[in-house]
């Protein structure tokens, strides 16, 4: 059975910094693609940071890049996502995602075979 397990989101001001994390468990991890989604309210899941081609690549969507970084810790099983200078538009519900592709279309929700169930960020102006 496959887990993925959030925490670490929060409530902070804008400027601010979280490190949301994603426990794994129930598959062989390393070989996995993984990505971090946010569902901000009354607009769609969008993706913010993937994670593929066996961890030696990443990409992030261009209203987090160079604000927020995506890592992972093989030994502990997880993935992080680092977020600095946090504004009050990145206030979202945030998800990791997990695929069995090594690579792929990983911008898409339908690449992901399992979802966690997300963590709470809000950004206060």
């Known amino acids: 059975q496959v887990q993925l397990v959030e925490s670490g989101g929060g409530s902070v001001q804008a400027g601010g910094s979280l490190r949301l994390s994603c426990v794994a468990s129930?598959?062989?991890?390393?070989?996995?693609?993984m990505g971090w989604f946010r569902r901000a309210p009354g607009k769609e899941r969008e993706g913010v940071a993937v994670?593929?081609?066996?961890?030696?690549?990443?990409g992030y969507a261009d209203s987090v890049k160079d604000r927020f970084i995506i890592s992972r810790d093989y030994a502990k099983n997880t993935l992080y996502l680092q977020m600095n200078s946090l504004k009050p538009e990145d206030t979202a519900m945030y998800f990791c995602?997990?695929?069995?592709?090594?690579?792929?279309?990983?911008?898409?929700?339908?690449?992901?075979?399992?979802w966690g169930q997300g963590t709470q960020v809000t950004v206060s102006s």
């Open positions: 994670l593929y081609n066996g961890g030696r690549s990443t």
């Open positions: 129930g598959y062989s991890y390393t070989s996995y693609s």
């Open positions: 995602a997990a695929s069995r592709f090594y690579t792929g279309s990983n911008w898409y929700e339908s690449f992901y075979n399992y």
